[in-house]
């Protein structure tokens, strides 16, 4: 083994794999990827007619195309729900935790399989069909699970956006996929502070542009004052009561769509990821319970927003499809104060528990006292996902939170793989703080050098995946060409993920970050471009061009370099209404931490430009600049130094 720290899998851990098992499932999973995943589809779904063929893919120009499954039918709401009643029908599905902790909520498989069989009649009733989209626009409620569900059941294809993002972010994700219905709520409350999701609905869609919304179902959150729209707006509580509480699943075909989900790509406007039925949900489903070894009866949670791939795969469908116990939280890690995760780990009797890095930087500031004050005697597994985890806050998270007990899954993902691709099994891989270690079944992740050259052994380079998995994104919704150009182009025959990775001497990859202008900040994936875009739309701005620099608590900051308008002066007001217009613009997660006005940017002569000199001075790093020569005008970049603003 290598130099690095290793952490073996704990002597007594006995898990659903050990060390023999992963190794020969593993190959197994590469030499017969068919019957291998033949065999689980088999095992772990329910299917109204059974499957033939296994997987047909082909990520060739000509012909790209990722199917699974693709003659057999199922339902993904009746294998998250009615297929548990019987034997979990009173288990407690979801564990509702409220902002404020003296609110929470639990309800079991029969009572949510109601709430999904109510709301998608309700849907029906409004005219929803198999295939048409609904947006959602919700707070962390048990609704947010119900209306996915509810979608499910009816065959419709939800979008879900996240409850930050500014009315104008939303009317782009309305428009791209033409939503017929918004599900929203009044408001939503985090950390105390109420956020008003209703009339962001509203300022969305007085927007010229959207043109296909007929319905908007409010779900009462709070009971705040909202604006009403007669023959538009509809109250969740209402059309839910009155509707029929038998609601026969539709029949989907393994490839029918599930949803589509935005995320930020390095140019444009967000993609529509689209995951489709069966193959998505066997892998989110198989990887929830070998990644957390999650046991019948356990309860796990995991802390991301259901805005999130996360919130798809590893609240709601991978745990459902396991009948387990998947516990849902409202609020944030500091309120009422910092020692909230702990507690309600207590209060839940928590077995296994995943969230980012990001949250566990911020809470190892306020030191051990707030997490040691609490039991977490029920913890078994820790899950870290998003960005890359520092070593030191690895050991501070496996020392303190888990008492040196607790196994760290790091999970290395995407959006558009559905699932965990690199990830330990707690029960099966030593640990090194700070890698994602090896790949789970079926996944051949592979380096390859800027020519496309496999690399082998221990190396560097970008991170590539050969061969299809089940969770893998089917297509840019409405899109097929930006899809092959995005993932397919850049590498021949191999799915290109965006980030760089290096394997050391075990096999272990170490995620060393983008690779592309995607940044990573407190775990949300942001685009440079959507800032820029969102920054010239500011009548004083001329130019912007952002970058990203390491940045202790979030991963990664947002430093922006502005030029005015001919006629505009910096002033420090100025500089504060850009950061509120990004603010307003995309949403409060894309604020940036630094804005400098910049009289002229570093540019080639073709007038592209030179973003690795932006970020070397946006890290406070200009003294190795590299080479300058191509710059049409040298001169900018001794002006862009003095005026740096991360010092
Ligand atoms: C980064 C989130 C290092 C990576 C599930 C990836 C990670 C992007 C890890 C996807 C990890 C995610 N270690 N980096 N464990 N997990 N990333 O689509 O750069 O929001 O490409 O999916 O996050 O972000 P996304």
Not at 348 to 362: E, L
Not at 433 to 439: E, N
Request: proline fraction near 6%; charge should be negative; include cysteine.
């Amino acid at each position: 083994m290598s130099e690095e720290k290793i952490y073996p899998v704990p002597a007594q851990f006995d898990a659903l794999i050990d060390k023999q098992q992963y190794e020969k499932m593993y190959a197994d999973s590469i030499r017969d990827p068919d019957a291998f995943w033949g065999e689980q589809a088999r095992q772990r779904l329910d299917w109204i007619k059974p499957f033939s063929k296994v997987s047909n893919y082909s990520f060739a120009k000509d012909d790209l195309h990722i199917r699974w499954f693709e003659d057999g039918t199922l339902n993904v709401s009746y294998n998250c729900l009615d297929l548990h009643l019987e034997e979990r029908g009173d288990q407690t599905a979801i564990i509702w935790e409220g902002d404020d902790p003296d609110n929470s909520l639990h309800i079991s498989y029969r009572e949510l399989h109601e709430k999904v069989s109510r709301l998608g009649n309700a849907l029906r009733e409004q005219g929803v069909k198999k295939g048409d989209r609904v947006t959602l626009y919700l707070p962390m409620i048990p609704e947010a699970a119900v209306a996915m569900l509810a979608c499910a059941r009816i065959g419709a294809v939800h979008s879900v956006v996240f409850g930050g993002f500014s009315p104008g972010a939303l009317a782009d994700r309305i428009v791209d996929c033409e939503a017929s219905i918004v599900i929203t709520a009044d408001q939503s409350v985090r950390g105390g502070k109420k956020v008003p999701l209703k009339a962001n609905v509203d300022k969305a869609l007085a927007q010229e542009r959207v043109t296909t919304v007929e319905k908007v179902i409010v779900v009462k959150r709070t009971g705040g004052d909202i604006e009403w729209t007669d023959g538009r707006d509809l109250w969740y509580e209402e059309i839910t009561a009155s509707a029929d509480s038998d609601c026969p699943p539709e029949e989907m075909n393994a490839e029918d769509p599930l949803f589509i989900l935005y995320t930020s790509g390095s140019t444009g406007k967000p993609k529509g990821v689209l995951h489709t039925s069966a193959g998505y949900l066997l892998y989110a489903g198989m990887t929830h319970e070998l990644v957390f070894d999650y046991r019948p009866g356990e309860v796990y949670w995991c802390t991301a927003d259901v805005g999130w791939v996360t919130g798809h795969s590893y609240i709601v469908y991978g745990p459902l499809a396991n009948a387990a116990t998947t516990v849902m939280f409202e609020g944030v890690p500091s309120y009422p104060d910092n020692s909230r995760f702990w507690e309600i780990i207590d209060k839940h009797q928590v077995n296994s528990f995943y969230t980012a890095p990001t949250a566990i930087r911020a809470l190892m500031r306020d030191g051990d006292e707030p997490v040691k004050k609490c039991s977490r005697k029920s913890l078994r597994v820790l899950g870290s996902v998003g960005e890359p985890i520092n070593p030191q806050a690895w050991e501070w998270y496996y020392h303190v939170v888990g008492d040196g007990r607790c196994p760290i899954v790091d999970t290395w993902w995407q959006t558009e793989t559905g699932g965990t691709l690199i990830t330990p099994l707690p029960g099966a891989t030593d640990l090194k703080p700070g890698s994602a270690t090896r790949p789970f079944f079926g996944v051949q992740p592979a380096l390859v050098d800027t020519d496309g050259n496999e690399l082998d052994g221990a190396n560097n380079g970008a991170l590539v995946l050969k061969g299809s998995w089940p969770g893998q994104m089917r297509t840019i919704f409405g899109d097929h060409e930006r899809f092959f150009q995005t993932y397919f182009a850049t590498f021949e025959n191999v799915y290109f993920t965006g980030d760089g990775a290096r394997r050391d001497e075990d096999g272990y990859y170490w995620i060393t970050g983008r690779m592309d202008d995607v940044l990573n900040v407190s775990g949300h994936r942001m685009g440079t471009a959507e800032i820029e875009s969102a920054l010239v739309a500011h009548p004083s701005v001329a130019e912007a061009a952002v970058v990203g620099f390491p940045h202790d608590l979030k991963g990664q900051g947002i430093y922006a370099y502005v030029t005015l308008s001919a006629g505009k002066e910096p002033s420090d007001a100025l500089l504060g209404e850009l950061s509120q217009w990004v603010r307003t613009e995309i949403g409060p997660i894309a604020k940036p931490d630094f804005i400098q006005f910049a009289p002229g940017l570093p540019k080639t002569r073709s007038g592209k430009i030179m973003r690795r000199i932006l970020r070397k001075i946006a890290e406070n790093d200009y003294g190795n600049l590299g080479d300058t020569s191509t710059l049409a005008e040298p001169g900018v970049v001794n002006d862009l130094i003095d005026r740096r603003m991360n010092r």
